[in-house]
Nanobody
């Protein structure tokens, strides 16, 4: 069973920057779409950013211009670069990858365990 390992979370001051990373625990046959979601305390989970196999990206309106999603095709690492962070960005962040485990398998969604990002002075 593959797991998605997240790293990079932690306390950051308002206006600061942080990079989150997500990597599969073992090699994967192929990867489809990738994305980051977050869930703030007392709120529903929301999609923050997505990147497709074509390389095209989409962002939630609240983070556009400040967050950048990227993927390393050679290694299958997914990153989220966050700049000018605001207190309302405080949440648990989850990566989401669509993985194909074998040549004859379909794409299945997987989520990371979540990493805390508190934005506070």
């Amino acid at each position: 069973q593959v797991q998605l390992v997240e790293s990079g979370g932690g306390l950051v001051q308002p206006g600061g920057s942080l990079k989150l990373s997500c990597t599969p625990s073992r090699s994967i046959f192929s990867i489809g779409g990738m994305g980051w979601e977050r869930q703030a305390p007392g709120e529903e989970r929301e999609v923050v950013a997505e990147i497709r196999t074509t390389g095209s990206t989409d962002y939630a309106t609240s983070v556009k211009g400040r967050f950048t999603i990227s993927r390393d095709r050679a290694w299958n690492e997914l990153d989220l670069h966050m700049h000018n962070l605001k207190p309302e960005a405080t949440a648990v962040y989850y990566c989401n990858l669509a993985l194909r485990m074998g040549a004859f398998s379909g794409l299945s969604p997987y989520w990371g365990q979540g990493t805390q990002v508190p934005v506070s002075s």
